[in-house]
């Protein structure tokens, strides 16, 4: 159903002369029979209208309006109007060139009639003295404007992807930092609880030996002064004629640095093969802190050169004939003879990984990885 109006009373009885528009809204051609009602329709006060394209109906100079064009162009030939109609209006007059009115294509928007001023489907533009028309954007305005506010959306989007991806990087890599640093002081603390410790116990054991000792003898015919060089500087003590080298080696031994000290009990924790095998790579200076595998060599000037070694540590300071002074220089040993094949034996245990170090850190590694 098509609404329309009619503009004269002239065609013959029982004809209706329409307008192209008209058959093709109505899907009909010339000649075809087409049912007539009446319809009361109301009369416009305020119409839509958007271009399809963009035209000179978008220019305003020259006294050009288009409100009054198109209104002007819809009369004479449109008596009624219905929304989202697409309608051809003719614009200005025809040329001397081409003979041709030209013509733009509009749809219909929003129409208010009557007394109400709400939309209506239909309105009638017959005989209406006062009708306000409403020239919007162009479909073709609007299409690119939507184009263009989707890219500009797009965009936006990805620059927020790109921000978020960013932040998450960096959020990424503060969390690295983060947890490096908290690896660091753990490991940091786990060091410093490990040394606290193996000082600990080297003090304690300094202290015990301090205390098998005998008390130091004051100056006088029968005490011997006896001067070691350590790999941690010189210590110096009396001692009686009479006391037995033991005791002295037993005195060095209270009086080694503590790193050198704190080995043996960390030590005897593990396997006995992997301790002999540990033995094997200290450094020379540490081996003298195991068991009193050391050496102590006089040099003393105007004396035989003597050394005093576990072999002879039941020899008393007079009878080694170093009363009433020596000084010795500590020369640590490695460990005996029969322990070596163990040690080679153990050495080939590739999967502990450890080369020698300090003897904190691979007391420290061998209690994380047996």
Not at 52 to 68: I, K, M, N, P, Q
């Given at each position: 159903?098509?609404?329309?109006?009619?503009?004269?009373?002239?065609?013959?009885?029982?004809?209706v002369?329409?307008?192209?528009?008209?058959l093709?809204?109505?899907?009909s051609?010339?000649?075809?029979?087409?049912?007539?009602?009446?319809?009361?329709?109301?009369?416009?006060?305020?119409?839509?209208?958007?271009?399809?394209?963009?035209?000179?109906?978008?220019?305003?100079?020259?006294?050009?309006?288009?409100?009054?064009?198109?209104?002007?162009?819809?009369?004479?030939?449109?008596?009624?109007?219905?929304?989202?109609?697409?309608?051809?209006?003719?614009?200005?007059?025809?040329?001397?060139?081409t003979?041709?009115?030209?013509?733009?294509?509009?749809?219909?928007?929003?129409?208010?009639?009557g007394?109400?001023?709400?939309?209506?489907?239909?309105?009638?533009?017959?005989?209406?003295?006062?009708?306000?028309?409403?020239?919007?954007?162009?479909?073709?305005?609007?299409?690119?404007?939507?184009?263009?506010?989707?890219?500009?959306?797009?965009?936006?989007?990805?620059q927020?992807?790109?921000?978020?991806?960013?932040?998450?990087?960096?959020?990424?890599?503060?969390?690295?930092?983060e947890?490096a640093?908290?690896?660091?002081?753990?490991?940091?603390?786990?060091?410093?609880?490990?040394?606290?410790?193996?000082?600990?116990?080297?003090?304690?054991?300094?202290?015990?030996?301090?205390?098998?000792l005998?008390?130091?003898?004051?100056?006088?015919?029968?005490?011997?002064?006896?001067?070691v060089?350590?790999?941690?500087?010189?210590?110096?003590?009396?001692?009686?004629k009479s006391?037995?080298?033991?005791?002295?080696?037993?005195?060095?031994?209270?009086?080694?640095?503590?790193?050198?000290?704190?080995?043996?009990?960390?030590?005897?924790?593990?396997?006995?093969q992997?301790?002999l095998?540990?033995?094997?790579?200290?450094?020379?200076?540490?081996?003298?802190?195991?068991?009193?595998?050391?050496?102590?060599?006089?040099?003393?000037?105007?004396t035989?050169?003597?050394?005093?070694a576990?072999?002879?540590?039941?020899?008393?300071?007079?009878?080694?004939?170093?009363?009433?002074?020596?000084?010795?220089?500590?020369?640590?040993k490695?460990?005996?003879?029969?322990?070596?094949?163990?040690?080679?034996?153990?050495?080939?245990?590739s999967?502990?990984?450890?080369?020698?170090?300090?003897?904190?850190?691979?007391a420290?590694?061998?209690?994380?990885?047996?």
């Amino acid at each position: 159903m098509k609404l329309v109006g009619v503009l004269e009373f002239s065609a013959p009885e029982e004809v209706v002369v329409v307008p192209d528009w008209v058959l093709e809204a109505l899907d009909s051609t010339p000649g075809n029979l087409l049912e007539v009602a009446t319809a009361d329709v109301p009369r416009a006060t305020r119409i839509s209208l958007r271009p399809v394209r963009r035209e000179r109906l978008c220019r305003t100079s020259d006294g050009f309006d288009a409100r009054v064009a198109l209104k002007h162009g819809l009369w004479g030939i449109y008596t009624c109007l219905s929304s989202g109609d697409v309608i051809r209006i003719p614009m200005g007059d025809a040329t001397d060139e081409t003979d041709e009115i030209d013509e733009i294509e509009v749809l219909v928007g929003e129409l208010c009639g009557g007394l109400s001023e709400l939309p209506i489907p239909t309105v009638c533009i017959v005989d209406v003295e006062e009708l306000v028309c409403d020239v919007g954007e162009s479909l073709e305005n609007e299409r690119e404007r939507l184009e263009e506010e989707r890219r500009r959306e797009e965009e936006r989007q990805r620059q927020l992807a790109e921000e978020a991806a960013r932040q998450q990087r960096a959020a990424a890599q503060a969390a690295a930092v983060e947890a490096a640093r908290r690896a660091k002081e753990e490991e940091a603390a786990r060091e410093a609880r490990v040394r606290e410790a193996a000082q600990a116990h080297a003090a304690s054991e300094a202290a015990r030996l301090q205390q098998l000792l005998a008390a130091e003898p004051p100056l006088g015919a029968s005490a011997t002064a006896v001067r070691v060089q350590l790999p941690g500087g010189r210590i110096q003590r009396r001692f009686e004629k009479s006391t037995p080298l033991a005791q002295v080696r037993l005195w060095i031994e209270s009086n080694l640095p503590h790193q050198l000290d704190c080995l043996p009990h960390q030590l005897d924790c593990l396997p006995h093969q992997v301790r002999l095998w540990v033995e094997s790579n200290l450094a020379p200076e540490q081996h003298g802190a195991r068991h009193g595998r050391f050496e102590l060599v006089s040099h003393t000037p105007g004396t035989a050169r003597f050394v005093a070694a576990l072999a002879n540590e039941q020899l008393t300071l007079e009878q080694a004939g170093l009363h009433p002074s020596v000084a010795f220089n500590f020369d640590s040993k490695a460990p005996v003879q029969e322990e070596e094949g163990a040690a080679a034996e153990g050495s080939s245990m590739s999967e502990l990984d450890m080369a020698a170090s300090t003897p904190l850190s691979l007391a420290r590694t061998l209690s994380e990885q047996l």
